[in-house]
């Protein structure tokens, strides 16, 4: 059993900065590729980011290149969202996800894929 615990989300002000954290309870967790996910208000749940086991490979939608990076510490079993230049669209529930793969360096991209989901952790951008 994988259990997700989301934490670092909060009100900041539109162009601040956030640090999500994920830490994961969870036997080689390096075998595990991690997604964030997010959730706001009214609307479906969309993807984020996707990192591989191996953290070498990592992938992001659209409108969050070049301002959020994910990234993971096998060591310590947590996966991180570092999110600048915050958006007022930004809000939204965070989600992490974990899907187990078998290639270092897969990516699992998309809902479907995970088997793991955290809690979520509400991240509020004021404009």
């Known amino acids: 059993q994988v259990q997700l615990v989301e934490s670092g989300g909060g009100l900041v002000q539109a162009g601040g900065s956030l640090r999500l954290s994920c830490a994961a309870s969870?036997?080689?967790?390096?075998?595990?590729?991690m997604d964030w996910f997010r959730q706001a208000p009214g609307k479906e749940r969309e993807f984020v980011a996707a990192?591989?086991?191996?953290?070498?490979?990592?992938s992001y939608t659209g409108s969050v290149k070049g301002r959020f990076t994910i990234s993971r510490d096998n060591a310590g079993d947590t996966v991180y969202l570092q999110m600048n230049s915050l958006k007022y669209e930004d809000t939204a529930v965070y989600y992490c996800?974990?899907?187990?793969?078998?290639?270092?360096?897969?990516?699992?991209?998309?809902?479907?894929?995970?088997?793991?989901w955290g809690k979520g952790t509400l991240v509020t951008v004021s404009s």
């Open positions: 969870v036997r080689s967790f390096g075998v595990y590729g």
């Open positions: 990192i591989s086991p191996s953290g070498l490979r990592t």
């Open positions: 996800a974990a899907s187990r793969l078998y290639n270092a360096y897969q990516l699992a991209d998309n809902a479907d894929a995970m088997e793991y």
